[in-house]
């Protein structure tokens, strides 16, 4: 049988080449049927794959209805199918991505983030650091059309400058590729925005927290998960003391 690791990762590069097709055979129609039809078709896709290779499992997905016997459940799946709906609905944006991680007894324990426009799958499987080092002055991933108040005073804090990107997936693997030293995220989220990143980013011995240094909690009752921290590890002090030092 396939292992979890190989399972997220083929899922979510499968779900990403959908993606793709879709968006390819349905250009020129309207952005928001755009965005609606890829999060349904990769939606529908991962619950009939999981269904088949895992059909014991449960799984939150942001496109389904929760069912709330994924409490009781020793393994859930926690997926987005499409993380950034509006660069996906961009002809040249790049910046979207196909999450999938597997919870089991109260960890993360597999994942992959799928960057189809760049042919490029994060795994769990795969475990070498980060790219490159931090930079000086250090770098913070922030959206391109919406950068958070708090994080431009965190970058002043920090003396840091801001990379502006797309989706949450990809803020959370630029800091693996080394073109982020930190992803730090106060605006409100939900556990499938951050269960793949953070599953990939563990792997890879990245620091993953809330923003009070507090750990990250999946599969609870009420998915939202508001803030997260994704960084370098020897950035962490500085980047911790710095988000203390604003809300303050």
Known sequence: MTNDHTLAAELATAAGELLLRTREEHAGIDPKEL???????????????????????????????????????????????????????????????????????????????????????????????????????LRLAVSRSRPPEFVTRLADHLGADLVEMGSAGVKAMSVLDGIADAYVHAGGQYEWDSAAPVAVARAHGLHTSRIDGSELLYNNENPYLPDLVVCRPEVADAVLEGIRAVED
């Open 35 to 137: 965005k609606d039809l890829g999060d349904r078709v990769s939606h529908d896709f991962l619950m009939a794959e999981l269904a088949t290779a895992r059909p014991d499992d449960a799984v939150l997905s942001e496109e389904g209805a929760d069912d709330h016997a994924r409490l009781s459940a020793q393994r859930v799946w926690i997926v987005d199918p499409l993380d950034g709906t509006r660069e996906f609905s961009e002809a040249e944006r790049d910046d979207w991505a196909v999450h999938v991680a597997l919870w089991q007894g109260g960890e993360l324990v597999a994942g992959a983030v799928g960057r189809p426009a760049r042919g490029v799958t994060y795994s769990s499987a795969e475990s070498e650091p980060a790219k490159g080092a931090a930079g000086n002055p």
